[in-house]
């Protein structure tokens, strides 16, 4: 069964460093989506693309934050420099239609 | 307050169980409405998915919406232990501007 990848699964920084997260789609799927999920909390949606395009981003922190899908496949998410408040799962989805939204395993980031 | 409103629990039942877990929202304009189970260390895998009132049934599964309420429902019957994870009610508008519930952290006990 194919599945939303993603790496690294864990990843410890200092406070100031980059860090950069990535995912590779279903293959197929057009629409893309990164989350932020801090713990005990839901999953809030940081930028959505459909296929290399930046259809919504609007709760991205782009003075820090910053995602890429240049070829319209796999994508990259950096954040340069990293605060303590960053810490959480960053979860990578991905969709052919609206109704089903796949998830990867997620990157567990801490920042100390 | 929130756009979506749901209990975090933790909810801890019997094996054979019947669960009832529960959200509510503010925002008359979501149209779709899901429910994600999510293992510890996993993402979110979706259940179910309804778009208008009324229930939904697949397997063990049954999603409830009540839109004139603002209140949808997941309810499992038989619960088993490896029924055991966090719940998250997500809901949309339209393509786009999904919101989660917080989830709901369940144990089924053998």
């Known amino acids: 069964e194919a599945e939303v990848a993603q790496s690294p699964r864990y990843k410890i920084t200092e406070k100031s460093q980059a860090v950069a997260f990535w995912c590779d789609p279903i293959s197929g799927h057009a629409t893309l989506y990164w989350y932020r999920q801090i713990l005990g909390q839901g999953p809030e949606l940081l930028v959505q693309f459909q296929d290399e395009s930046v259809v919504d981003d609007s709760q991205l922190p782009k003075d820090r934050f910053s995602a890429e899908r240049l070829k319209g496949v796999d994508s990259t998410l950096k954040i340069q420099p990293a605060e303590l408040g960053d810490s959480a799962m960053y979860l990578c989805a991905s969709s052919v239609d609206r109704e089903s939204q796949y998830f990867g395993p997620g990157t567990r980031l801490t920042v100390l | 307050q929130k756009e979506v409103e749901q209990d975090p629990g933790p909810l801890s039942v019997p094996e054979g169980a019947i669960v009832s877990l529960n959200c509510t929202y503010s925002?008359?304009?979501?149209?779709?409405f899901m429910w994600y189970r999510q293992y510890s260390r996993k993402g979110p895998e979706l259940l179910m998915y309804t778009y208008s009132s009324g229930n939904k049934e697949d397997g063990r599964f049954t999603a409830q919406v009540d839109k004139s309420s603002k209140y949808i429902s997941l309810f499992i019957r038989d619960s088993q232990p490896s029924d055991s994870a966090t719940y998250l009610c997500a809901m949309r508008r339209g393509n786009n501007d999904m919101r989660f519930g917080a989830g709901t952290r369940l144990t089924v006990k053998p």
């Open positions: 925002n008359s304009a979501f149209q779709y």
